[in-house]
């Protein structure tokens, strides 16, 4: 008996810490989102994590707004034209202002593209502007932007990767404090950063386009799944990311908040294929042999993933609809070993970051399936920034890494595969001339086949193991109206109060 209420006293402080209990109520201006981590920065010149740049796209604008389609819409640039094959003429709207009240400008706009490559800077998105040449003041308000070759997809990938920062008080803070403290030109302008608790962002009402319908702006971090969800039903926070599948019922079910889909993550299993034993292509065939991927589906996401069939997302223009995913297939997975030299299969070691949703779950589900394929899997969870820091040193041999399956290929498969870009971990000059082509290709129906042939290509090479795409929602309070955009990024200028 003493027992039995030892187990239920504990239980019961467990859920009360677990659970946060009624919070007092908040001003009706503020809206509070929560995710899975703090920012590493708030520079969004310098950070390539979803986390990190959920929060810095509400500070930060671009010349454009990118769309669902791949097209973009004005932002900062009024208006533009394109000249010639290498060349756009982009008009910058008169009147807005950095949050400090320094004019946004034509030197701006040349500055911020200059310090996008700056070495010191280590911009993760400079591989995505690669294709861009230089920035040329015309006046005032006026820029030309060009090219080295046609770079079809140009203007969608400055809508997401070319922030418009301040010269003059970046000039004067260094790019240090700027990481810390920035000055954007977006909807919201910081007020706080207080590390590990929160961000505080106020709107700023002297911004050029439409104005926030929330006057307070907070995002806060709540690593736990579950603790997440909780501070979205007590009314702790108005909009939450990092929903696993099997959770999910039970937002629905409180009705109290509802789930709007945004973006599919997609899972990716890397390989070094640097190194022995990956360096043989038959070896990294039997890796992908081996991943009972619609098992993984139904028993992890209930079904509602997408299986993938090469490296491009089924949802991404470009994806090459010959190809069919790999069929889970240990004896051939075996038959593949040994005749790369493994007649009794090999040990290696698995990468994954404790942060990303379900990940426990899917490296364990990943480990138990390639041992049937006589692969034996020794499992290397890391916390996010130690995560990072090995996958640039190339320390990992199998990693799971995700992206989002954007609607443009060039905005992740050239940033994964081209030896310009990151070069972590594969190499293939034909893949380099491929993605160079398939960026060129001004003709919407021949770049499409440049990009079915380059799904052909590392379908056959695997340099990953191609797993699933999995549908992501927001938890959203009744009181909030917001829809999730398919990138992803928790952009609040589109919620509103619910009417």
């Avoid at 140009?154 to 010269?167: F, H, K, N």
């Avoid at 394929?373 to 499992?379: F, H, Q, S």
């Avoid at 971990?425 to 129906?445: F, Q, S």
Wanted: glycine share 6%.
């Amino acid at each position: 008996m003493k027992k039995l209420s030892f187990v239920c006293i504990f239980a019961a402080v467990a859920l009360a810490i677990a659970i946060p209990g009624p919070v007092a109520a908040r001003d009706a201006g503020t809206l509070v989102v929560v995710q899975e981590a703090e920012p590493v920065g708030l520079d969004l010149m310098r950070s390539s994590i979803q986390t990190t740049m959920n929060v810095a796209y509400n500070i930060h604008d671009t010349l454009f707004h990118p769309q669902e389609d791949a097209s973009v819409t004005p932002a900062i640039a009024e208006s533009w034209e394109q000249v010639d094959d290498l060349t756009w003429k982009i008009k910058i709207r008169k009147g807005a202002t950095f949050h400090n009240g320094e004019p946004i400008n034509a030197d701006a706009v040349k500055y911020s593209f200059d310090r996008v490559f700056n070495p010191d800077i280590q911009c993760p998105h400079k591989g995505k502007l690669s294709g861009f040449k230089e920035v040329k003041v015309i006046d005032p308000y006026t820029v030309t932007i060009s090219t080295d070759a046609p770079f079809a997809p140009g203007l969608y990938m400055l809508a997401y990767y070319l922030p418009i920062v301040p010269p003059g008080y970046i000039k004067k803070v260094g790019d240090a404090e700027y990481n810390a403290t920035p000055i954007g030109s977006g909807p919201y302008r910081l007020i706080k950063w207080v590390r590990g608790e929160e961000v505080i962002m106020e709107r700023y009402d002297k911004y050029y386009g439409p104005k926030p319908a929330y006057k307070r702006l907070v995002f806060k971090a709540i690593p736990e799944e579950s603790s997440r969800i909780a501070a979205l039903l007590t009314g702790e926070s108005d909009v939450i990311s990092g929903i696993p599948v099997h959770q999910r019922k039970k937002i629905e079910d409180s009705r109290k908040a509802y789930l709007t889909p945004q973006m599919g993550v997609m899972p990716y299993l890397g390989i070094n294929t640097y190194e022995a034993p990956f360096d043989d292509v038959r070896v990294r065939q039997a890796v992908n042999y081996s991943i009972n991927r619609e098992l993984i589906n139904k028993a992890l996401f209930g079904g509602k993933a997408i299986i993938c069939n090469g490296p491009t997302s089924p949802r991404t223009f470009g994806a090459n609809p010959a190809l069919k995913p790999y069929p889970f297939d240990p004896k051939k997975s075996r038959e593949l070993l040994k005749a790369a030299g493994h007649p009794n299969g090999i040990k290696v070691r698995l990468a994954y970051g404790t942060y990303m949703s379900q990940i426990q779950e899917q490296s364990e589900a990943i480990a138990s399936d390639l041992a049937k394929g006589g692969i034996e899997v020794t499992l290397e969870p890391f916390e996010r920034a130690v995560m990072w820091e090995r996958y640039k040193g190339k320390k990992h041999q199998l990693f799971i890494y995700w992206w989002d399956d954007a609607p443009e290929p060039h905005r992740y498969i050239y940033s994964l595969f081209h030896s310009k870009s990151r070069d972590y971990y594969y190499k293939n000059t034909k893949i380099d001339e491929l993605l160079d082509k398939g960026a060129a290709t001004m003709d919407r129906g021949k770049r499409a086949l440049v990009y079915n042939e380059i799904d052909k290509i590392l379908y056959d090479d695997c340099p990953w193991a191609y797993l699933y795409v999995i549908p992501e929602v927001f938890g959203v309070a009744n009181g909030v109206s917001y829809q999730g955009k398919r990138d992803g990024f928790l952009d609040m200028r589109y919620a509103s109060p619910k009417k």
